[in-house]
């Protein structure tokens, strides 16, 4: 399955961006997504996840409350809501497929391109 995110952007703090992951390929509601970010000179870290039927979310302590995963799978689209953006957040932010919701990115199958989100102060 090939990935597509798009969405990011520079934002103040507080303020909101959406997020989207197109997928093309194969079957997409075959995958569990998830969203990962990787700020500079530190590791990949798990954001949000969601189970193939849409069911099953799963958030990261630092972004629960604030940031929303949904999917459309008639869409082939995933995507991560995120309000109350703080400076913190910024990180190139990456789409992920794998057969199941894993905290560990080394578990995912399919990884988009990624796309910049910048929060300001």
């Known amino acids: 399955v090939q990935l597509q995110a798009s969405g990011g952007g520079l934002v103040q703090a507080g303020g909101s961006l959406r997020l989207s992951c197109a997928a093309s390929?194969?079957?997409?509601?075959?995958?569990?997504m998830g969203w990962f970010r990787q700020a500079p000179e530190k590791e990949r870290e798990f954001v949000a996840g969601?189970?193939?039927?849409?069911?099953?979310?799963y958030y990261a302590d630092s972004v629960k409350g604030r940031f929303t995963i949904s999917r459309d799978n008639a869409k082939n689209t995933v995507y991560l809501q995120m309000n109350t953006l703080k400076p913190e957040d910024t990180a190139v932010y990456y789409c992920?497929?794998?057969?199941?919701?894993?905290?560990?990115?080394?578990?995912?199958?399919?990884w988009g391109q990624g796309t910049q989100v910048t929060v300001s102060s």
């Open positions: 992920a497929a794998g057969i199941s919701v894993y905290r560990s990115a080394g578990l995912y199958d399919y």
């Open positions: 390929g194969r079957t997409f509601n075959n995958y569990a």
């Open positions: 969601l189970g193939r039927s849409g069911l099953g979310t």
